[in-house]
């Protein structure tokens, strides 16, 4: 089982990104996927997720109106389009899958708001 996440980078307050996570070795569509971030000096902690179908999705009261994850489940990838990005976002985001009650993490991508 692996997962690459991709996309993080410098971005102003206001600004977007895009993160993306590739995902292998596991059957992708039966699994629901999520969304962590971890600031330095804070736990981590979840800011969404998204069932097999893509049908429902669930999101942080921090990020609800702003980011917006997604699935193509023919791609094996799940997405977070992430809006209206402000310095409090700022954290390194890493893309979850849990398998027989296991936790499958990726590397994690940086993503920093600053002007």
């Known amino acids: 089982v692996q997962l690459v996440e991709s996309g993080g980078g410098l971005v102003q307050p206001g600004g977007s990104l895009r993160l993306s996570c590739a995902a292998s070795?596991?059957?992708?569509?039966?699994?629901?996927m999520g969304w962590f971030r971890q600031a330095p000096g804070k736990e981590r902690e979840f800011v969404a997720s998204?069932?097999?179908?893509?049908?429902?999705?669930y999101y942080a009261d921090s990020v609800k109106g702003r980011f917006t994850i997604s699935r193509d489940n023919e791609k094996n990838t799940v997405y977070l389009q992430m809006n209206s990005l402000k310095p409090e976002d700022t954290a390194v985001y890493y893309c979850?899958?849990?398998?027989?009650?296991?936790?499958?993490w990726g590397r994690g991508t940086q993503v920093t708001v600053s002007s």
């Open positions: 998204i069932i097999g179908n893509g049908y429902n999705t």
């Open positions: 070795g596991f059957p992708f569509s039966n699994y629901p």
């Open positions: 979850n899958v849990q398998i027989n009650f296991y936790d499958v």
